[in-house]
Antibody
């Protein structure tokens, strides 16, 4: 059974940093690209970032480019999102999601339950 | 960036009736080399993560009831629920995965009339 479990969320002040993690199990982790998608309270879904299976290709939404860094450790079946220079508008539930293939050019077929990030002074 | 526009924003349909949600990408998401539309539909119920229901615009994900269907090509897509059930109450999102950033529509809230 595929499982994705996010952690690392919390309350942080504007300008601060946070590192999210996603522990994956139930599939061959390095065979699949992974995404981060966020959802502000009461709002819709916003795609944040993508990393391919090998970890050599990454993509970002314009809203986080230069501030967030996606990475993965395939030996630990883990996905990460390093978030720096956080803004109040980054407040959201952050989901990790598995792509249907290695490159990341397909839909996301499994999602975690999310971890909540609150940016507030 | 490809802008995804869904309509309507909300929809109320009687049980057993048909529901249709539209999604219009600002540019074509049809990849000519493989003739595939890079578009997915997700269902999100309150307090739950999104669930993939349709990919490649019309391929139903495993385990999804056959009352759900996707159609369209290029810049015009539709998610149809042929006979609405109570458990279909949710917010539905389309997403393009043709090019980064992989944008979502704003969502359509489906309720029972």
């Amino acid at each position: 059974e595929v499982q994705l479990v996010e952690s690392g969320g919390g309350v942080v002040q504007p300008g601060g940093s946070l590192r999210l993690s996603c522990a994956a199990s139930g599939f061959t982790f390095d065979d699949y690209a992974m995404h981060w998608v966020r959802q502000a309270p009461g709002k819709g879904l916003e795609w944040v970032s993508l990393i391919n299976g090998a970890g050599g290709s990454t993509y970002y939404a314009d809203s986080v480019k230069g501030r967030f860094t996606i990475s993965r450790d395939n030996s630990k079946n883990s996905l990460y999102l390093q978030m720096n220079s956080l803004k109040t508008e980054d407040t959201a539930l952050y989901y990790c999601a598995k792509d249907r293939n290695d490159y990341g050019d397909q839909a996301s077929d499994y999602w975690g339950q999310g971890t909540l990030v609150t940016v507030s002074s | 960036d490809i802008v995804m526009t869904q309509s309507p924003d909300s929809l109320a349909v009687s049980l057993g009736e048909r529901a249709a949600i539209n999604c219009k990408p600002s540019q074509s998401v049809l990849y000519s080399s493989n003739n595939k539309n890079y578009l997915a539909w997700y269902q999100q119920k309150p307090g739950q993560p999104p669930k993939l229901i349709i990919y490649w615009a019309s391929t139903r994900e495993s385990g999804v009831p056959d009352r759900f269907s996707g159609s369209g090509s290029g810049t015009d897509f539709t998610l149809t629920i042929s006979s609405l059930q109570a458990e279909d109450v949710a917010v539905y999102y389309c997403q393009q995965y043709y090019s980064s950033p992989y944008t979502f529509g704003q969502g359509t809230k489906l309720e029972i009339k």
